[in-house]
């Protein structure tokens, strides 16, 4: 079973800065996308940020140019900087891994989730 641990979130003020770390079990390189997804109070879940196995990147529009991805291969981590925070980037944050080929995902798992909350 593999598992994501998450660490990172807190409360800041607006124009803060955070950055969440996820471990997972076992090797990350296992995995062809691994990132973020967020869901905010009376909102969707939502993708912030991914990091795929050949190093491309995608980001929702409105964390880019704030939020970094990256991922540090021999701690099987993977990091979100996120800058400039505000209140709408207030939600709980899931780290990801798994295997996406096309549309579909072959297994993925979630961490328990972390809170950021952004207080003006």
């Known amino acids: 079973q593999v598992q994501l641990v998450e660490s990172g979130g807190g409360m800041v003020q607006t124009g803060d800065s955070l950055r969440l770390s996820c471990t997972v079990s076992g090797s990350i390189l296992n995995f062809n996308r691994v990132g973020w997804y967020r869901r905010a109070p009376g909102k969707e879940r939502e993708l912030v940020a991914e990091?795929?196995?050949?190093?491309?990147?995608n980001y929702a529009d409105a964390v880019k140019g704030r939020f970094t991805i990256s991922r540090d291969n021999a701690k099987n981590t993977v990091y979100l900087q996120m800058n400039s925070l505000n209140a709408e980037d207030t939600a709980v944050y899931y780290c990801?891994?798994?295997?996406?080929?096309?549309?579909?995902?072959?297994?993925?798992?979630w961490g328990q989730g972390t809170q950021v909350t952004v207080s003006s």
């Open positions: 990801f891994c798994g295997n996406r080929h096309g549309s579909i995902w072959y297994g993925r798992y």
């Open positions: 990091i795929q196995s050949g190093g491309n990147t």
